[in-house]
C-alpha cells in the first residue's frame, strides 16, 4: 500500500474528513477548488497537523494520533512540488536545486537535469524564469532531494499550450521510471484520467 | 551597538512569531524607552544598575562590569534608547519573510536552525541592517538617559549631543556648536539615507517572492 490516509483537519469552522487508500503509482486527488486538497498534501507533508488520524506513506507511519507520532517535515522524505513552486528567490537556480541535494537519490544530478532540460537555467534566478521553466525546476529541486514519495499540487496550474503537454509528459515519465508513490492534486478531469493509477474524489464529509 | 543587535533580534522573533500570554507585556516593556521620558529611563538604570542595587552589585563581583560614569553606562543607555527602534524595524521585516518558503524548505530536508539561516535570516537582512543603522543613529543623539544615568564627563561618557549642551554653556563657543551640529546632521542624514536604501531594497524582493 503506497498511501494509507484518515484524518480530520479542522480548517476555521468545519472541520474536513479524509479517508483513503491507494496502491502504487500516480493517486490523484480530484474534487473542486476549495475542497481542502491543498490542506490534505500540507499535512502529509508534516506542515499541518491532523486534529486525530493517521497517515502511512509507503509503509512508513508520519502520523498517528493514537500512537503519539508526528515526524517532523524534513524527516518524512517527501518531494513537494507546491502549487506556487516556492523556490528560493534570493538564491539561483543551482543553489535552489541544491539546497535539499540529497545523496541517494534514483535519479543522480546529471539525469535530473537532462530530464527536465534546465541545464541552460542553473545560472538565472528564479524571478527570471517563465512560468513554465519555473515549474521544471522547481520539479527538479523536489527530485533531488533523494524523496520517498512525492507530492503534486497543480502541477500544471501555471503552465499552457505546449508547454503543458512537455510537463505532462514529465510527469509522466517520473511515475513510469522512478517507480516512486506520487499524490497529485487537480481540478482537471481530463489530466487525472490520463495520469492516475487511483482517483480519489476529494469532497470532505462534513460533520 | 553591537551587543545590541543580537538581544533587538531575539526580541523581534518572539514578538513577530510566538504567540504567548504575556505577549503585551514584553512588547510594552520593550517600547517603554521610545515614550518614556529619557531622563526616567535614566533614572531607572541608575537605581537598576547602581552596585548598591542587586542587578548592579551582581554584574560587578561577576564580571568587573560598572556602568555608573563610565562610558560603559553611557553605551548601556544609548542601547536601551535605542532598542524599541531596532525590535520595530526588525520585526516589520521578519513578519514580511514568507512562511510558505520556510516550509518549502522544512520540506526539502533542512530542520529549523538550517532553515533559519539559509532562508529566514537572508530573506530578511536588509531590514536588520536597517534597523541597525536606525538604532546607531538613535544612540548617536542619546542625551537625557545618558546624562541622567551616566553623566556628562568629557572623554568618558560625553556624547555628542551632551557635547554640544556643554560647548553652549561657555560664552564665545558658536563655533564649537555648529561644528558638533553639523557633524550631528550629517550622521543622522546619512543614517537616514541608508536605513530607507535599504528597507526599500528589502521591499522589492518581497514583490518577487511571488512567483
Not at chain 1, 496502491?23 to 486527488?29: I, Q, Y
Not at chain 2, 542624514?189 to 530607507?196: C, H, I, Q
Request: proline residues 6%; charged residues 20%.
Amino acid at each position: 500500500m503506497s498511501f494509507d490516509i484518515a484524518l480530520t483537519l479542522s480548517r476555521g469552522e468545519r472541520p474536513l474528513r479524509y479517508t483513503f487508500t491507494a496502491g502504487a503509482g500516480l493517486t490523484a486527488l480530484f474534487g473542486p477548488s476549495g475542497a481542502g486538497k491543498t490542506s490534505l498534501l500540507d499535512a502529509v507533508a508534516g506542515l499541518l497537523r491532523p486534529t486525530e488520524g493517521h497517515i502511512v506513506v509507503a509503509e512508513r507511519s508520519m502520523f498517528d494520533s493514537a500512537a503519539h507520532i508526528d515526524l517532523k517535515p524534513e524527516t518524512r522524505r517527501c518531494g513537494y512540488v507546491f502549487q506556487d513552486l516556492r523556490l528560493f528567490p534570493h538564491r539561483s537556480v543551482r543553489r535552489n536545486l541544491e539546497f535539499g541535494r540529497r545523496q541517494g537519490a534514483t535519479l543522480d544530478w546529471d539525469h535530473t537535469i537532462d530530464l527536465l532540460g534546465i541545464a541552460d537555467l542553473l545560472d538565472r534566478m528564479p524571478a527570471t524564469l517563465s512560468g513554465g521553466e519555473a515549474q521544471r525546476v522547481a520539479i527538479g529541486r523536489a527530485l533531488l532531494s533523494a524523496p520517498e514519495f512525492l507530492l503534486m499540487d497543480e502541477p500544471l496550474a501555471s503552465v499552457d499550450g505546449v508547454r503543458r503537454e512537455e510537463i505532462l509528459r514529465l510527469i509522466e515519465r517520473i511515475r513510469d521510471e522512478l517507480h516512486l508513490p506520487i499524490l497529485y492534486v487537480s481540478h482537471d478531469r481530463a489530466e487525472v484520467e490520463r495520469l492516475a493509477q487511483t482517483i480519489v474524489p476529494v469532497l470532505p464529509l462534513v460533520d | 551597538m553591537s551587543a545590541a543587535l543580537p538581544v533587538a533580534f531575539a526580541f523581534a522573533w518572539v514578538l513577530a512569531r510566538w504567540r504567548f500570554p504575556g505577549k503585551v507585556l514584553v512588547d510594552a516593556m520593550v517600547h517603554l524607552p521610545l515614550v518614556l521620558p529619557p531622563v526616567v529611563t535614566g533614572w531607572l538604570l541608575l537605581l537598576a544598575f547602581s552596585p548598591n542595587a542587586p542587578l548592579g552589585g551582581l554584574l560587578e563581583r561577576a564580571f568587573g562590569l560598572t556602568f555608573l560614569f563610565r562610558w560603559t553606562g553611557a553605551a548601556l543607555a544609548a542601547a536601551i534608547m535605542a532598542l524599541p527602534l531596532m525590535v520595530r524595524a526588525m520585526r516589520l521585516s521578519l513578519e514580511g519573510v514568507d512562511r510558505r518558503l520556510e516550509n518549502a524548505a522544512r520540506t526539502l530536508g533542512a530542520g529549523s536552525w538550517r532553515t533559519f539561516v539559509n532562508v529566514t535570516l537572508p530573506l530578511s537582512l536588509n531590514g536588520v541592517l536597517a534597523a541597525l543603522v536606525l538604532g546607531f543613529a538613535r544612540s548617536v543623539g542619546e542625551f537625557g538617559a545618558t546624562i541622567t544615568f551616566a553623566s556628562n564627563i568629557p572623554g568618558e561618557t560625553q556624547t555628542l549631543p551632551l557635547a554640544i549642551y556643554s560647548a553652549l554653556q561657555v560664552p564665545g563657543s558658536d563655533l564649537q556648536v555648529a561644528r558638533l551640529a553639523g557633524l550631528s546632521v550629517m550622521l543622522s542624514v546619512a543614517a537616514l539615507v541608508l536605513s530607507e536604501w535599504l528597507a526599500r531594497r528589502s521591499g522589492q524582493e518581497k514583490g518577487r517572492h511571488v512567483i
